[in-house]
RNA sequence: CGGGGUGUGGCUCAGUUGGCAGAGCACCGCGUUUGGGACGCGGGGGUCGGCGGUUCAAGUCCGCCCACCCCGACCA
């Protein structure tokens, strides 16, 4: 049960942040330094946001699968860059049955080596093309500094693998997954991320480029909270993935591979959240209407709860319905409680509302007395329907102004620091690592993406003064 | 691994010159309450991070160790 008050927003995001997880019920931390507990809250929403992903990568022809956590060292050791990327971070199996093993297995970081190995061995002909399989599971990374959902040890996400015989078909996979997650993170999550690119020294260990959705937290700062690689033939070689083509020569495959973590779930907090709570898009959320029923005495009681029943039966014909039942919590109590835990609609039904054939319908996304208002019980079910739809159109619109309000075109240096303590910085880049690191040198701020929507055109690197050809977000990030 | 800090009930913490381990919240019971975070009474719960030392006596003083948090380097 939610305790009272959160630290503020505005006193400290990052203190907001950790007292929500776990006030609003979502998560706990395990004794396992860096590991977390979803709870059932937690992973109702995370089941949510599987299913809207899971529809999506069916209806774009994929199909699931389940590989080994456990994967032999000398895999990840195949590909020069990805080891040198994920060696820090790996936990590593060194004893099975009470003895020491021949090779150590490592806990998998991601999939990429046990399942290009195994790629290897089902890949012949150009006919086995493309594959197309993604994985629902959980890996691990020994991070040094954790947050619930952000950045944990043990973390759950979905990973997606394919081949294909093209470096234009492997090149559209990967911008179709990219425009899958962006669709997914706008159209459910009410999240407004900016999709682009990343530049080389910001990509995943191994690929030849990457693409991102960043999204804008309240506090300004960026959340990387999905991305999609190419490889080209870089895995295929290493894992030996080869293919006999249409005219009888052996050729490397070109792969691909795309994620999206438990993280997503930081995403919606940090980018609805405010200081009552949590604020759920409809569309993901556990529970989309609470009935909250309000009574005196027995007699009370019994003139509310027929209402409340008929009411609940009629609703959870169409929606996620819970209806509040605890005993000795007063009704102002339970407001509160289910506002910090982002339930999108509440319904409050007392003896003045059964006498007036009406409902009291208080909207999370308009917090306190605005958002309340009478509605009658008749047709209630398309009320409630309409009122879902505003309120996960209102979400969205809200982000997509507070992002815009904080993104600022920069030209100059001078004004790129200043911008980025404030929100992000848009501005042309020469490409080159060094602008990269000085602005992360003398800013802390990190190149986000190169943004795929940008008016062709050129200009001046802000840091160097060199010309340019494309625009990047510079941004403090998480 | 560098710099700083903290370890006392489930949580947040108090604990004076060393002298019977406490409060608020949470939890359990009973009663009164209930349309925006109710109240009264009663109750359960702690090897004071660990080991060793000083002392008649250690949560408190000393030594060593461990864990966690914050700031850096690394990261979905």
């Not at 990457?210 to 506090?219: K, L």
């Not at 979400?395 to 620091?417: K, N, Q």
Request: charged share 25%; proline share 5%; aromatic share 10%.
């Amino acid at each position: 049960m939610a305790e009272e008050k959160l630290t503020p927003q505005a006193e400290n995001f990052s203190e907001w942040y950790n007292q929500i997880v776990q006030k609003a019920d979502l998560a706990d931390y395990a004794p396992v330094r860096g590991c977390m507990v979803v709870k059932p809250y937690g992973w109702a929403l995370w089941e949510n946001i599987q299913a809207a992903l899971d529809r999506r990568f069916k209806a774009t022809g994929h199909v699931n699968a389940a590989f080994p956590m456990l994967i032999p060292m000398s895999f990840l050791e195949k590909e020069k860059e990805h080891v040198e990327g994920f060696s820090p971070e790996l936990a590593v199996v060194t004893h099975g049955g009470g003895e020491k093993l021949e090779e150590p297995l490592v806990v998998r970081p991601t999939s990429e080596t046990i399942i290009g190995y195994m790629y290897s061995k089902w890949v012949k002909s150009y006919r086995d093309l493309p594959i197309l399989i993604n994985q629902w599971g959980s890996v691990v990374r020994w991070e040094m500094r954790t947050r619930l959902f952000l950045r944990t040890a043990e973390f759950y996400w979905q990973e997606g693998h394919t081949v294909h015989a093209t470096s234009d078909e492997a090149m559209a996979e990967t911008r179709l997954m990219l425009d899958t997650y962006r669709d997914f993170a706008v159209e459910d999550g009410a999240v407004p991320v900016i999709p682009g690119r990343k530049s080389e020294s910001e990509k995943f260990a191994g690929a030849v480029s990457s693409w991102t959705i960043e999204g804008m937290m309240r506090d300004t700062r960026a959340l990387q909270s999905g991305t999609s690689h190419y490889f080209g033939q870089n895995f295929a070689r290493a894992f030996d993935i080869k293919f006999l083509d249409q005219n009888n020569e052996l050729q490397f495959a070109y792969t691909t591979s795309w994620g999206l973590s438990t993280r997503f779930v930081g995403a919606i907090i940090m980018t609805h959240g405010d200081d009552q709570g949590l604020m759920l898009p409809p569309r993901l959320a556990p529970i989309q209407v609470v009935i909250v029923p309000i009574y005196r005495d027995d007699a009370e009681h019994s003139l509310v709860m027929p209402v409340v029943e008929r009411l609940q039966k009629e609703l959870g014909e169409s929606f996620r319905v819970h209806v509040d039942l605890r005993d000795g919590l007063t009704p102002g109590f339970k407001f509160n409680d289910w506002e910090m835990r982002g339930v999108p609609l509440r319904i409050e039904v007392g003896p003045k509302d059964v006498e007036k054939h009406s409902v009291a319908l208080a909207r999370r996304d308009r917090p306190g007395k605005a958002g309340k208002s009478f509605v009658p019980q008749e047709g209630l079910a398309q009320t409630v329907g309409e009122t879902l739809k505003e309120i996960q159109a209102a979400l969205l619109a809200r982000a997509i102004a507070f992002r815009d309000e904080h993104i600022f075109a920069v030209r100059s240096y001078a004004d790129l620091t200043d911008a980025v303590q404030k929100g992000w910085a848009l501005a042309w880049w020469c490409g080159s690592p060094e602008c990269e690191a000085k602005v992360k040198e003398d800013t802390k701020a990190t190149t986000r993406c190169i943004p795929l929507d940008q008016e062709s055109g050129d200009g001046l690197c802000v840091v160097c003064g060199k010309p340019a050809r494309e625009k990047i977000y510079f941004a403090r990030a998480y």
